[in-house]
C-alpha cells in the first residue's frame, strides 16, 4: 500500500512539473498556426533543397552553414487600406512574443521611414535552433522568417546570407519575402 501511494504521488509529481514547465503564452509556432491562412497574411514553409543553392559556389563556411539549415518558414502581413487597423494588432502580437526573454537579440536595424528590423534567435551563437528574421513597416507590412535547424552558427549564416542575396529567385512568393527585406 505505502509502495502504491509512494508510486501515485511520484505520478501527480511528474505531472505537475510538466504543467508547470509547459509555456502556455503565445509562441511563433502558435502564431503561424493561427494566422497562416487568414486573409491578409502570406507564409510559405521552404526545405533548404527547394532553395537549390549550387554548392559548388559556396566556400567551406557556407556550406556548413547551408547544411546546417533544415527549413525556412515564413510569414507576413500585407498592409493595406482596408486593414491597418489589423496590421496594428497583429505587429504588437508579434513584437510581444519576441520581447520572451527566451529569445537572444542579435541585431536591430532601420528606422521609422524605410522600416525596422530585428533578428533573434533560440540557443547559443554557436549552436542556434532557430533564428527569427522580423522586419516591418508601416508602409508594407511586416514579415518574420524562422530559420530551423541544428547547430546553426550565427557568423556562418551571415557569410552565407550574403551569398542567398546573389540568388535568382524563380519562385515568385518566395520573391515577394526576399523584396521585403531589401
Known sequence: ??????????LMLLV????????????L???YVDNELKPGFLSQD???SFLNIEETTLNEEQKEAY???DKLNMISFVVSDDN???FEVELTKVKTIL???KYDELMRGGNATDGKFIIKFLGEPENIDELILFGYSNEKGFAIIRILGDDMNAGKLVKLGSELQNMDMDDKQLQQFMDFFQ
Open 99 to 101: 520581447e520572451d526573454p
Open 16 to 27: 505537475a512539473a510538466s504543467l508547470v514547465s509547459c509555456n502556455s503564452g503565445p509562441t
Open 84 to 86: 491597418k487597423d489589423q
Open 67 to 69: 547544411k546546417s539549415v
Open 1 to 10: 500500500m505505502l509502495q502504491s501511494i509512494n508510486k501515485i504521488l511520484l
Open 29 to 31: 509556432q502558435k502564431y
Open 46 to 48: 521552404i526545405p533548404t
